[in-house]
């Protein structure tokens, strides 16, 4: 920058080593560095223009990059600029100072641009705040008692996070969030509350249950014991749920009282399962013998007169396994059946009319079989086909009928 020895174009070095910027026309004084030659001094001061450029360059970018805010830039701009104007330095302050000038439209953009994103931002986060109001209404109304508060928890440190609107919309949005949160949290207590009460009133009522389960624990009536002890299940159910470990706590005596019962029940039934089984064995012996002796049934008499001491010896054995009663039952009743439908049979053979009303019916189909076979042979000698294949189809059912009749009355003797 420096021309000759000392000057420059915006600046010289006197004899006595003051230095003089150029400006507006005229000169001014910046300062003086002794014991220095012409050339660094004036180096020292255009140095120091160079270090306003800088500054210049450096709130160019800020502005470009958004790092300075529109306002702050206009505040930095005519700071600057008067002190380039005032600057103890060398260099084309004038020019450089315009330079900022030229900045307001870039500043402008920048305020603009920042005005945009603003919009922008506060739309955003209206959207968010809405929707977060949106979200908490919902859970106000809901029943999501377990998570519902951790729910809204997380909704409150995110509206936190959110910058604010402007004071009546944000005002508007908090209202609502703030009003489902009360209407939640009431909600939830007063569930809560019911929940208590209803587990206590279940409490009292397994304790009621309880107590009169102990009263049957030592009974040895074991049907109808068993048949109150699933009354009080029932009843058990139908009480609902105590506190969690209350609720466990009474199941936990309720079922030991049952555990007694039923373990003493077990244990004489085992017992009689093994005496049950002895009289199973000893009945399945006697049928077997009853089967062969009996069965098949040729004189009714002494069918009978054997089926009445089997029975008698048959019941006097006692009781048998339940899986195995029926089977035997159904054993025995088919050696009565056979008996009964034996006597049956005799009383119909020797009934007298029966037998009559047998030959009656034997008469009857023999009268009739041979009027059709005089129809039949008129026929065939008349040629009439059609009435010929009429009459074989009733003399053929009449004769199948006749054989049965004649069989019924044959064994009728």
Known sequence: MTETPGRSSFGRVADDGTVYVLTQGS??????????????????????????????????????????????????????KTTILEANAVGDLEGLAAELDGLTGAIDEAAEKRREERAKAAEETRQRKEEMVGEAEKLAEGTD??????????LLEAWKALP?????????????????????????????????????????AKEAIIAEAETLADSTDWGATAGQFRQLMDRWKAAGSAARATDEALWTRFRAIQDTFFNRRSEVFNQQEAEFQGNLEAKLALLDEAEKSILPVTDVATARSAYREFIGQFNALGR????????????????????????????????????????????????????????????????DAKKKASVEASLATYRSWLEQAEKTLSELG
Not at 369 to 380: C, F, G, H, P, R
């Open 320 to 383: 048998v396994p339940r899986s195995s009663m029926q089977a035997v039952d159904s054993r025995v009743r088919a050696i009565e059946a056979a008996i009964d439908e034996a006597d049956r049979k005799e009383w119909a053979r020797t009934d007298p009319e029966t037998k009559a009303r047998a030959t009656g019916t034997v008469s009857l189909f023999s009268g009739q079989i041979a009027k059709l076979e005089a129809d039949l042979a008129q026929a065939e000698a008349a040629g």
């Open 164 to 204: 604010r609107l402007d004071r009546a919309s944000d005002d508007e949005l908090w209202r609502r969030f703030s009003a489902a949160r009360t209407t939640y949290t009431r909600r939830r207590k007063t569930h809560f509350a019911e929940v208590s009460d209803r587990q206590a009133a279940a409490a009292q």
């Open 27 to 80: 000169e001014r004084m910046v300062g003086q560095i002794p014991d220095a030659t012409g050339e660094e001094a004036m180096a020292f001061f255009e140095r120091r223009f160079d270090s306003l450029r800088t500054d210049v360059n450096l709130l160019k970018q800020r502005i470009q990059s958004g790092t300075i805010s529109p306002d702050e830039a206009r505040k930095a701009v005519p700071t600057l």
């Open 145 to 154: 008692w377990r998570h519902g508060v951790t729910k809204f928890r997380e």
